[in-house]
């Protein structure tokens, strides 16, 4: 049964059942949207093509979802598809795993493709949703079993998108070596001993500006310098240098910096297999089913990073928390 099929059949029970015929033309308007959406993200492929549809706009979701479909479609034989994200940042996470046949979509898009796909069937859409639950399906049935009996960010991707045998694959990123030694010489920042700071989150909470200011004054007082991860109208902390990049030049200058301290974010995901000493952030009263964020988004118990230290805090204890990160900075130092 083709959509037309199952739209005709909709709208016939609807025509019979219906007591106004605004909700009828309502309907029609709507469902005409929706597959002109679908429509025009489908242009290029074939009858049997698939939409791989990123419902999340959040960057460790998309970079997670990547990881597991560069080595999903190649297992099953799929040539014939194309990646709808939405906002650019995410289509350059995608073209990290190699993907280049991306569209960028409005958010508005991939709910109207959501919907369509609820109302018609994901399979007869050739839809395939890169999240286990998307809030748009309004079930939060998945959502129940993170942290369940240590369900964790990954296993959503892996047992709730994909089939578990699929073993997630790691980016590519551009050597900027010399890229990021000019750089460096020109900031007057110390190899090894820079500490890239990323303070900027969108789904938790933020640490207050002042935490790391201070942090930044006594890492420079031990003898560090510092840059901050900042993009568009992010200014970096004081103290600091900014440090805007895209994604596939990080891995060069990160790694020539030594250090990346950070409260949990998109970017952690991204950053998780450099070389370099993670300090990562987690706070501790957000839950996330029956467990914490830590629990729920740790990059050590995920297995994207043994190297890392992974730090919580206690209510507005935060001088106490910069401790444990001077504490953990000296240590990882002294490996």
């Not at 500490?195 to 201070?214: A, C, G, H, K, M």
């Not at 060069?252 to 950070?262: P, T, V």
């Amino acid at each position: 049964m083709t959509i037309n099929d199952i739209i005709n059949r909709r709208k016939e029970d609807m025509l019979l059942d219906a007591t106004d015929i605004t909700i009828t033309r309502y309907y029609k308007i709507v469902m005409k949207r929706r597959l002109s959406i679908l429509k025009k993200v489908r242009e290029g492929l074939d009858d049997d093509g698939y939409v791989f549809l990123f419902p999340y706009k959040g960057t460790g979701d998309v970079y997670i979802a990547a990881s597991y479909l560069q080595n999903y479609v190649e297992q099953k034989n799929i040539k014939n598809y194309v990646l709808c994200v939405n906002g650019t940042s995410n289509k350059k996470i995608c073209n990290l795993f190699g993907f280049d046949n991306i569209k960028v979509i409005s958010q508005t898009d991939v709910d109207n493709l959501l919907y369509l796909g609820m109302f018609v069937g994901f399979d007869t859409a050739r839809i395939v949703v890169l999240h286990a639950d998307p809030p748009q399906l309004e079930s939060g049935i998945s959502d129940r079993m993170r942290n369940y009996n240590g369900y964790d960010f990954l296993d959503m991707f892996s047992n709730g998108v994909f089939e578990s045998k699929i073993v997630p694959s790691l980016p590519s990123f551009n050597n900027c070596e010399e890229e990021a030694k000019e750089f460096f010489e020109k900031n007057s920042l110390v190899p090894g001993k820079t500490i890239v700071i990323s303070p900027y989150v969108n789904t938790l909470d933020r640490l207050p500006e002042w935490f790391w200011i201070q942090l930044v004054a006594r890492l420079k007082w031990m003898g560090y310098t510092a840059c901050t991860n900042c993009v568009g109208k992010e200014l970096p902390t004081f103290g600091s240098v900014a440090l805007d990049l895209p994604y596939e030049k990080m891995k060069s200058y990160i790694e020539y910096a030594g250090f990346f301290i950070s409260s949990r974010n998109g970017l952690c995901d991204i950053i998780s297999s450099f070389n370099c000493k993670k300090i990562i952030i987690y706070n501790p009263y957000l839950f996330w089913g029956c467990g914490k964020n830590i629990d729920y988004f740790s990059l050590k118990k995920m297995g994207l990073s043994d190297e890392v230290t992974e730090l919580e805090y206690v209510g507005i204890e935060f001088l106490a928390l910069m401790n444990e990160i001077i504490e953990a900075v000296n240590y990882q130092k002294s490996d």
